[in-house]
């Protein structure tokens, strides 16, 4: 099993800032096998990033995903309003699992 | 649209069983891999169970293996969890999601999410 660590666990940043988030896997994490949700409260995770870096239908291009083997980024450009949320990095093979998350907070 | 509606879930004791459900609407079910993943309160996202679109291929995480079950019924668009022997570490909310694949040689991330049912383990 790959297990993945996020950090740093909370990010405190303004409106109109960048956000780098970094997921850290145990071991090389195949053809890129890595995805990104974002979650607020109260409401189900939604798929932003996979393959490390092809955003999913309907996400704004603020959002974008980089890393292979074993370090991974997920960085919002400009971090709007209603960004601030919970994120989780996932490895999606057999045997799935996720990263503890990274909270955005406004600072 | 697509549409994960999940129910089934409520307040069992340590021991008890309970059966979720997971109505899908939108896409051909029978091409997708379906998931249950939880997520325990205010903790993180824990893979669950995963089957197959046929049917046939499942799997499950070690922390449920030989106490849940996971089936669907192409003909009713609807993915099941079978889940005995439960303990107070499984209460959680649980996410009906879908994949075009599982595992394999070719697996996809998580695309569709329900919008979860609460299960509570406790006396």
């Known amino acids: 099993e790959i297990v993945l660590t996020q950090s740093p666990g909370t990010l405190s940043l303004s409106p109109g800032e960048r956000a780098t988030l970094s997921c850290r896997a145990s071991?090389?994490?195949?053809?890129?096998?890595l995805a990104w949700y974002q979650q607020k409260p109260g409401q189900a995770p939604r798929l932003l990033i996979y393959?490390?870096?092809t955003r999913a239908p309907g996400i704004p291009d603020r959002f974008s995903g980089g890393g292979s083997g074993t370090d991974f980024t997920l960085t919002i450009s400009r971090l709007d309003p209603e960004d601030f949320a919970l994120y989780y990095c996932?490895?999606?093979?057999?045997?799935?699992?996720f990263g503890q998350g990274t909270k955005v907070e406004i600072k | 649209e697509v549409q994960l509606l999940e129910s089934g879930g409520g307040l069992v004791q340590p021991g008890g069983s309970l059966r979720l459900s997971c109505a899908v609407s939108?896409?051909?079910?029978?091409?997708?891999?379906l998931s249950w993943v939880r997520q325990a309160p205010g903790k993180g996202l824990e893979w669950v169970s995963a089957?197959?679109?046929?049917?046939?291929?499942?799997y499950y995480a070690d922390s449920v293996k030989g106490r849940f079950t996971i089936s669907r019924d192409n003909s009713k668009s609807t993915l099941y969890l079978h889940m005995n022997s439960l303990r107070a570490e499984d209460t959680a909310v649980y996410y009906c999601?879908?994949?075009?694949?599982?595992?394999?040689?070719?697996?996809?991330?998580?695309?569709?999410w329900g919008q979860g049912t609460q299960v509570t383990v406790s006396s």
């Open positions: 999601v879908s994949s075009p694949g599982f595992g394999g040689s070719n697996p996809f991330p998580f695309d569709y």
């Open positions: 939108g896409f051909t079910f029978s091409s997708y891999a």
């Open positions: 089957i197959g679109g046929s049917g046939d291929t499942t």
């Open positions: 071991q090389s994490v195949s053809n890129n096998y």
């Open positions: 393959g490390a870096g």
């Open positions: 996932q490895h999606f093979g057999s045997s799935p699992t």
